[in-house]
């Protein structure tokens, strides 16, 4: 039997993993600040990623931990660093200590959010550039698996997710989309892969308007994106060519949140 942890469970990306990582002989630990309903081949504990004696309990006799808990969109540069940058650190020294060999942490394209979009794809390790306090919390994390596997030896995979919803939302997303499907695809390449040390990944689909980041490190791994955002067009109005090209929309990997004034809804 393997256990693995799931931080932020109840969120959008915890709730779409859920069933699409269970397997025989496997129990999702299912680990939120809310409480969680857990089901078959389930556990659920209510607490939270800064607390660190509740993340080492939790990730006892664990194989793996999933890390999607934080706040999920922009915020104050207080509520960042304690949930966001605080959290990461304690759910990797939590693992740690509790002997868990990997992570994988739910990086964001916002780390790179302020890369150009007049050179795609843009490569796997792109070097950062955030775009919000929601991003440089992302770089943080980055940094600190890197720290962890590197000295700890832990297997640490940052997964820099673009937009993971049901469906494309705009008709930008119809080139960012990452389907629930190719998620849960994603996420059990991560889990699987044999020894894949630190690695820095995008997770997208195959979109026919894709092609703005690589896929060459999620495909080492195992991952192979299936679906494809074009199914989606008819039921969007509007378009990216709308957009002057001077706006961040169209310049920049992150869009909006590159703008004066960042959204904050989630990302």
């Given at each position: 039997m393997s256990i693995i942890v799931i931080t932020g469970a109840a969120g959008?990306?915890?709730?779409?993993?859920?069933?699409?990582?269970?397997?025989?002989?496997?129990?999702?630990?299912?680990?939120?600040v809310v409480p969680v309903a857990a089901g078959?081949?389930?556990?659920?504990?209510?607490?939270?990623?800064?607390?660190?004696?509740?993340?080492?309990?939790?990730?006892?006799?664990?194989d793996a931990v999933i890390h999607l808990g934080g706040i999920p969109n922009e915020a104050s540069w207080d509520r960042i660093l304690d949930v966001n940058i605080n959290g990461t650190y304690t759910v990797l020294e939590a693992a740690r200590r509790a002997g868990v060999r990997r992570v994988i942490f739910a990086s964001s394209n916002h780390a790179v959010g302020f890369t150009p979009?007049?050179?795609?794809?843009?490569?796997?390790?792109?070097?950062?550039a955030p775009d919000t306090f929601y991003g440089v919390s992302k770089v943080?994390?980055?940094?600190?698996?890197?720290?962890?596997?590197?000295?700890?030896?832990?297997?640490?995979?940052?997964?820099?997710?673009?937009s993971c919803f049901e469906k494309p939302f705009s008709v930008r997303t119809l080139s960012t989309w990452l389907s629930p499907d190719d998620?849960?695809?994603?996420?059990?390449?991560?889990?699987?892969?044999?020894?894949?040390?630190?690695?820095?990944?995008?997770g997208v689909s195959a979109n026919t308007r894709g092609g703005w980041?690589?896929?060459?490190?999620?495909?080492?791994?195992?991952?192979?994106?299936?679906?494809?955002?074009?199914?989606?067009?008819?039921?969007?109005?509007?378009?990216?060519?709308?957009?002057?090209?001077?706006?961040?929309e169209a310049r920049y990997l992150g869009g909006n949140f590159t703008g004066p004034n960042p959204p904050t809804t989630s990302l």
């Open positions: 959008r990306i915890g709730t779409i993993l859920r069933t699409r990582l269970a397997t025989p002989g496997r129990v999702l630990r299912l680990l939120d078959d081949g389930e556990e659920a504990l209510t607490a939270s990623v800064t607390d660190m004696d509740a993340m080492t309990s939790a990730c006892a006799g664990a979009l007049d050179a795609v794809p843009i490569p796997d390790y792109a070097f950062p943080t994390g980055e940094a600190l698996g890197a720290l962890y596997s590197h000295r700890h030896g832990m297997d640490v995979i940052c997964v820099r997710i673009l998620a849960g695809r994603l996420f059990g390449a991560c889990l699987t892969a044999p020894s894949p040390g630190f690695r820095v990944i995008f980041v690589s896929l060459d490190e999620a495909r080492a791994l195992g991952y192979e994106p299936r679906d494809d955002s074009e199914a989606y067009v008819g039921e969007l109005v509007g378009g990216y060519d709308d957009v002057a090209p001077d706006d961040p």
